[in-house]
């Protein structure tokens, strides 16, 4: 049975001979400590929590833990497993011990009586807002297994369309790096060497050497600098999105209207919105509540703000597929479908074609980009390597034909 996590104490005392005493002990608290050593004839005069190690770091929970975490637990579940125990299942197959602590802190809560979904909330790190809604109507419902289940499938096909957003904006970020890294390396380490032979020629050299020469000597000079400034826009950049809310939204607005990658956010925000709505509906959430939770969900400041009116205007009473209309901002396939979808009473069946089709675009469109980003990078890494080598020895063929 999962029990609460042990702490390391480091205890100092007196033992039954009265000679001082120390050492190190596993316990819940100080007081249950105290209370195990007066058993094995120890006096505790003090008991401390022992220090972490300076530089010792938690293994991260990330999302995709959370989603195979629910995955586990619908599994059990509909296996007809009870809550405590599919926990204590679960627990023991977890490989993440900061995973572990917390699967057992949920064990812990709600064996004291509490119920999963309130569990849930004393950990807003790993679970929003909408997962805990969705666990709430489960409970409610007497339904949670069916609710894991379409909350593990919401997380997993969430995740995957994360990872080919990432595929989709790595591979050329990536690249460019490598790039840069290079052409800094031919300038500050293989280009002065050249440099020194041409010293010895005596002769004028051409325009293009001098060019890479000078900007060689630059980067010698100023490269410290130069990433240093990198390091600090990229940091700027960063803190500058966390702190104002105009400046991301500019540049959420920016994101969406990028050649090739603005497609792709797109669709992946549409298929986020309906996969998303298409849940919280089916799960027998009211419909301004799921609005509410899909705007949460939006990824960009754009649609989030666009779904927060969507939700405003069905509160006076006019239809999803009207509001999403005005906005000018959803496909047209969407509002179809959701129009459908009200019109026949199967909301939730249509977001979830919907969400299909946009994540299979958006899929189609990921290995689109990348087939066309190969063959162009790998022709600017030519170009820009090829024109360094060209530069270095123009001076050399040149004195070659004069002789």
Not at 374 to 393: D, F, Q
Request: hydrophobic share 45%.
């Amino acid at each position: 049975m999962a029990t609460a996590q042990l702490q390391t104490y480091i205890y100092k005392g007196k033992g039954k001979d009265g000679k001082a005493v120390k050492g190190e002990v596993s316990g819940n608290n100080p007081a249950l400590i105290k209370a195990q050593l007066r058993k094995q004839g120890i006096i505790a005069q003090s008991v401390r929590k022992k220090p972490k190690p300076l530089f010792a770091s938690k293994k991260p929970i990330k999302p995709a833990d959370i989603a195979v975490f629910t995955r586990q637990m619908a599994t059990m579940m509909k296996a007809g497993v009870p809550l405590v125990q599919s926990f204590e299942i679960v627990e023991e197959g977890a490989d993440n011990p900061t995973l572990k602590e917390l699967i057992t802190s949920l064990h812990d809560d709600v064996s004291a009586g509490n119920s999963f979904a309130s569990a849930l909330k004393k950990h807003p790190k790993y679970f929003d807002d909408l997962f805990c809604s969705l666990v709430d109507a489960g409970e409610q419902a007497g339904a949670l297994d069916t609710l894991l289940d379409r909350i593990a499938t919401y997380k997993e096909k969430t995740e995957a369309l994360k990872a080919k957003i990432k595929k989709a904006l790595t591979y050329p970020a990536a690249v460019v790096v490598v790039a840069i890294i290079v052409t800094g390396i031919l300038l500050v380490k293989v280009v002065p060497v050249f440099a020194n032979t041409f010293q010895g020629f005596g002769a004028d050299l051409p325009g293009f050497t001098l060019l890479v020469l000078s900007f060689s000597d630059f980067a010698q000079k100023w490269w410290l600098v130069i990433l240093g400034a990198l390091v600090a826009a990229g940091y700027l950049f960063r803190e500058a999105r966390m702190r104002s809310k105009k400046f991301s939204d500019s540049i959420d607005r920016m994101t969406l209207k990028l050649p090739a990658v603005g497609d792709i956010v797109n669709n992946a925000v549409v298929a986020r919105y309906a996969r998303t709505l298409s849940t919280t509906f089916s799960a027998g959430v009211p419909l301004v509540e799921a609005l509410q939770s899909v705007a949460g969900a939006a990824g960009n400041s754009v649609y989030r703000d666009a779904i927060h009116k969507v939700r405003d205007d069905v509160t006076t009473g006019l239809t999803i597929h009207s509001s999403l209309k005005a906005s000018g901002l959803f496909p047209v396939m969407l509002m179809q479908l959701t129009a459908i979808g009200e019109e026949s009473g199967t909301l939730d069946e249509m977001m979830a074609k919907a969400a299909d089709h946009y994540e299979e675009a958006v899929d189609n469109a990921v290995d689109n980009l990348t087939a066309l980003l190969e063959p162009l990078i790998m022709s600017v890494l030519g170009v820009l390597v090829g024109g360094l080598l060209i530069a270095m020895y123009m001076p050399i063929f040149q004195l070659g034909s004069v002789i």
